[in-house]
């Protein structure tokens, strides 16, 4: 069965420090899609990133970056040179083509960057 | 507007109350979704709407009655909820309900049950 792991619960940095969020799954197909999402206090989940498993290019998004590595199912986050705005939820997903349209999410990790 | 929006933001109930969420979204897009996010627990899946039709019960309770009148508005009926229905609940919607899709959510309402 499908499932996203993040073990990672909280995690607190003080401003300007590079922090790195660990996300692995589990899925015996060999398409699918990850995503990682950022939830500030506000609630509404933000569109961060999608990749799919035939695209194992790291990629870089401002102080953002992604490192999918298929031999060891982790697609982890690097938050480089963190802020405060960055405190937030962050959570990956794992989509799968051959079921529906589901999202199987992890359980978050808490992200707390300290002035 | 854009993007998803949802009304209420908040909303306090008694077990014995009727309410509505009303889910909106203006990306033009086809397929809808309703998510619970309690505290400590992953997000679950609640419904799916496909072009307005529902593709996808996730065995939720019958207190919870899902609408979807056309593909850019969603509502989710609730009567007689339990003090465990108390989440934040979360539309989100995508292109065409494809796997692999990426779904846009909105700011959520935060239920709490009485």
């Known amino acids: 069965a499908q499932k996203v792991t993040q073990a990672q619960t909280e995690i607190s940095v003080v401003e300007k420090e590079d922090v790195t969020l660990d996300c692995v799954y589990e899925?015996?197909?060999?398409?699918?899609?990850l995503f990682w999402y950022k939830q500030p206090p506000s609630g509404e989940l933000v569109f961060l990133i999608r990749?799919?498993?035939?695209?194992?290019q790291n990629e870089i998004s401002g102080r953002y970056s992604w490192n999918f590595q298929k031999s060891t199912s982790s697609f982890n986050f690097t938050i480089t040179a963190s802020q405060v705005v960055d405190s937030a939820v962050y959570f990956c997903?794992?989509?799968?083509?051959?079921?529906?349209?589901?999202?199987?999410f992890g359980t978050g990790t808490r992200l707390q960057v300290f002035p | 507007e854009t993007g998803v929006t949802q009304t209420p933001r908040h909303l306090v109930m008694g077990m014995t109350n009727k309410k509505s969420l009303k889910c909106e979204q203006h990306?033009?897009?086809?397929?809808m979704y309703w998510y619970k996010q309690s505290a400590k627990k992953p997000l679950e899946l609640m419904f799916v709407?496909?072009?307005?039709?529902?593709?996808e019960n996730n065995s939720v309770p019958s207190r919870f009655s899902p609408e979807c009148p056309n593909s850019s508005h969603l509502f989710l009926h609730l009567h007689t909820l339990q003090p465990e229905d108390s989440a934040l609940y979360l539309c989100?919607?995508?292109?065409?309900?494809?796997?692999?899709?990426?779904?846009?959510f909105g700011p959520g309402t935060r239920l709490l049950v009485l």
């Open positions: 989100a919607s995508s292109q065409g309900g494809r796997a692999g899709e990426t779904q846009y």
């Open positions: 899925t015996r197909d060999t398409t699918y899609y």
């Open positions: 990749r799919n498993s035939f695209d194992e």
């Open positions: 997903a794992l989509s799968e083509p051959r079921g529906t349209d589901k999202l199987i």
């Open positions: 990306l033009g897009h086809n397929a």
């Open positions: 709407y496909n072009f307005k039709e529902q593709t």
